[in-house]
């Protein structure tokens, strides 16, 4: 089968594939969407990874689903805490081999009704869904309004918040204030930073006491300054992935939100829709085999 393989130096090219032998159910992969965290290991990931775990698939039996491609253990201390993501067992990948490609073995499978290729977003919302929990309610700043940004804001509305938007870009801004969200530069509650390049625009943004939560990796070259978080004593948090109640509940929610415009590639134009989404020319890259 068709899949996108990193090579030796980490970049990604189309390869064939013997079929997926792992553990779990035959998934056909109708659709799987690139995440920012896929494009981090471009250049990185180790030799004969296939990336890929937003994914939209097709079971034997004819029923849609999604797949948890990480499953925390649900027992240790730190899944109790609600720290899922840093639980030992949530390193072990459960998918064989990744998204995009043909077909894979998953071991968690999640039923999406009539989601069809909406799919690709119950992983996404699913992460917002658990790291929204640790946002107070109130006046929250969105920094990047991208995809994940566009969730978020509707999220963040659907639950009651007074929701204000910032990006760089102004058909981005535009695009968020559609959705509800305001567009001023007055102070709030807590801030969700999920371009974290704008870790620093947001920190004096936040009131005394607020919370600024973390949901993209930094990049390593940006400084942060951590004297706004001392004499303001905010409360800096990060969040990862998604835990299965949350992807449970997003399977709801995503039916329920307006999503993000979609640029839908084949597999052999992978290289394509990883420049589209660099350049910020896609909102969201989704490659179909
Ligand atoms: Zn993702
Ligand atoms: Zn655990």
Redesign the pocket.
Known sequence: MRAVVLDSNGRPELADLPEPAGPGALVQVLACGLCGSDVEKLGRGPAGTVLGHEVAGLLEGGEHVTLMHRV?????????AGH?ST????RQLRIDPGGFAERMRATHVVPVGSLGLDAVWVEPVACILRAAERVPAGSVLVVGCGAVGRLWVQVLRARGDDVVASDVRPDRLEGAGRLGARVDGGPVRAAVVTAAAGLNDALPRVEPGGTVLVFAAPPEDVPVSLDTVYRRELQLMGSRSASPAHFAAAVAVVSELELPEVTTLPLERFAEGVELYRRGEALKVVFTP
């Open positions: 925390p253990c649900g027992s240790c201390d730190r899944c109790r899922e639980c030992e067992e949530f």
